[in-house]
């Protein structure tokens, strides 16, 4: 076939190309993924009894805020990455600002605590299961989003990925928070980013294999 | 400078302005600037379902990844004309992720990287990569009609395909039917008939990555 016969065989009878459509695969991605997340963590751990008395700890409301800040930022990095030619831009900022802001808050409480409490801080109750616990609770929102980024054409798999696996993450630890009773912010900026970045990890792991086109 | 003029018919606006102002960089980027602008409004044409102007702008694109893959693949000139083919078949597959703010040129060119970069991973050969893949100023600055053959037959792939997606395809894209008189001819239903068309595109996308 020559060149000219493809180029009039793809514009024969085109259609217009429905411009929410985009919007329409995130929202399906996210609502499903967030949904069974939720399942998940409310079947297998149960939302903690102590969560509407949280609800008026600041500390959880800060909590609260570095999951989703880091969940948008990741959200915001794979409608970047996920289409060809638009560059990171200040996503990088977009990300490490909720982290950062996490460990001063951490480096506050560490200093201003009495160092037999330090541990505490560090530890709390749940250290050893927190990262995967985050982990496995975003699996269904790393296959949504994965779903949603395939429906495109990334051009740079590995970032692709890893973005995916870190919007997916932060989610996930959104809808953990909802049962984890940890509210120390030396604890949240070590265990909680742990979990974050194991489906990161992952995401930059399958990114090459998963997302080519 | 790598232009050449098209051997048939009037050479594309694009290639007329670089040749004219041939060895004048800030003219030839100029002259990129326009072309960014037609492709866009034609793009912007055809994603709303006008296929004229879709058809323009796959055609002038053509010219414009000919002439900008003739200069990468000096040491594989017979997988230009491929080359060209799998790309427009990828921009076609992926025009909705097409971002209106977005230039144009941003847009193809890492579509067209990408694609060249697989095929010089397939074909392991990266020293054949003449120029640093860096400067997509390039992409549109640069034109050229006259295409070569192909080696690859699409008609052949196409033929190999599915029956529910090879038929809406024939009728619809290369006999010109309507949805609605392909859905009589084939039996099947209008949204079948359009999404037969959709995946068998991506299918063949798909085999010619297999394939090569």
Not at chain 1, 183 to 206: C, E, H
Not at chain 2, 138 to 145: E, I, K, M, N
Not at chain 2, 147 to 166: I, N, T, V
């Amino acid at each position: 076939m020559r060149t000219e016969e493809l180029v009039s065989l793809l514009a024969r009878g085109t259609e217009a190309v429905d411009p929410r459509w985009l919007a329409r695969r995130y929202l399906i991605a996210l609502s499903a993924g967030t949904a069974i997340a939720t399942l998940l963590m409310s079947a297998w751990l149960g939302v903690r009894p102590t969560l509407l008395r949280d609800l008026s700890v600041p500390m959880f409301w800060a909590k609260e805020a570095f999951c989703a800040a880091l969940g948008a930022a990741g959200l915001l990095a794979v409608a970047r990455l996920a289409r060809p030619g638009r560059r990171p831009g200040w996503v990088p900022m977009a990300v490490a600002a909720p982290v950062v802001a996490m460990w001063l808050l951490a480096a506050v409480a560490l200093l201003t605590a009495d160092p037999r409490d330090r541990s505490v801080l560090i530890f709390g109750q749940t250290a050893g299961v927190c990262p995967f616990r985050i982990a496995l609770i975003s699996t269904p929102l790393f296959v949504g989003i994965f779903w949603a980024i395939r429906g495109l054409a990334p051009t740079r798999l590995r970032l692709a990925g890893a973005a995916g696996g870190f919007a997916a993450g932060s989610l996930g630890a959104l809808v953990y928070s909802l049962h984890c009773p940890e509210l120390a912010a030396p604890f949240l900026g070590i265990w909680y980013v742990l979990g974050i970045a194991i489906p990161t990890a992952v995401g930059a792991w399958a990114g090459p294999r998963l997302l080519r086109w | 400078m790598a232009q050449h003029a098209g051997s048939s018919g009037p050479p594309p606006i694009s290639s007329h302005v670089a040749v004219t102002e041939c060895g004048d960089v800030t003219n030839t980027r100029k002259g990129a600037r326009l072309v960014e602008a037609r492709l866009r409004g034609l793009l912007l044409g055809g994603l709303a379902g006008d296929s004229s102007a879709y058809h323009a702008f796959l055609k002038d694109l053509s010219a414009h990844l000919r002439a900008f893959l003739r200069k990468r693949l000096v040491n594989l000139p017979e997988e230009v004309e491929d080359l060209v083919q799998e790309l427009l078949l990828a921009v076609h597959n992926q025009r909705h992720t097409y971002d209106p703010r977005q230039p144009i040129t941003a847009w193809v060119y890492a579509i067209a990287r990408y694609k060249l970069v697989d095929l010089l991973r397939r074909r392991s050969r990266k020293e054949s990569l003449n120029d640093p893949l860096d400067e997509e100023d390039d992409l549109l600055a640069t034109s050229d009609g006259e295409a070569a053959e192909a080696r690859r037959d699409l008609a052949k792939l196409l033929a190999d395909l599915p029956e529910r997606q090879r038929a809406p395809i024939i009728h619809m894209k290369i006999e010109g039917l309507s949805v609605a008189e392909t859905a009589r001819l084939t039996g099947m239903s209008q949204s079948a008939v359009k999404v037969g068309v959709h995946r068998g595109l991506k299918a063949l996308a798909a085999k010619i990555r297999s394939e090569s």
